[in-house]
């Protein structure tokens, strides 16, 4: 089993920037890769960004691409969304989650593990 637990969410101006982080525990992150995705009110849950099993490949939502880092430290089993820019339209609630193997998914049904969540507020 693994938890993932997020923090770093708030409240932000638009402009601003924020860094999300999830940490897991129960087993270490090397081999699962890992996502971000966000779910803001009536809206479906979508992928954001997502960062491959080793320090490798990532890919990202065209909505926040160049805006949004994901970055991975096996070493603190912790995974990172650093977001500058902010729009209005990124508030959601953020959560991260995890497979086994390499490749980062995009799907949410493809990932075994999730966070609780933590609220992105980006004011105009």
């Known amino acids: 089993q693994v938890q993932l637990v997020e923090s770093g969410g708030g409240l932000v101006q638009a402009g601003g920037s924020l860094r999300l982080s999830c940490a897991a525990s129960?087993?270490?992150?090397?081999?699962?890769?890992m996502g971000w995705f966000r779910q803001a009110p009536g809206k479906e849950r979508e992928f954001v960004a997502g960062?491959?099993?080793?320090?490798?490949?990532?890919n990202y939502a065209d909505s926040v691409k160049g805006r949004f880092t994901v970055t991975r430290d096996n070493a603190k089993n912790t995974v990172y969304l650093e977001m500058n820019s902010l729009k209005p339209e990124d508030t959601a609630v953020y959560y991260c989650?995890?497979?086994?193997?390499?490749?980062?998914?995009?799907?949410?049904?493809?990932?075994?593990?999730w966070g609780q969540g933590t609220q992105v507020t980006v004011s105009s």
């Open positions: 989650a995890a497979v086994w193997g390499a490749a980062p998914r995009q799907r949410s049904y493809d990932y075994s593990y």
């Open positions: 129960g087993r270490s992150l090397r081999n699962y890769a």
């Open positions: 960062v491959s099993g080793t320090v490798g490949p990532t």
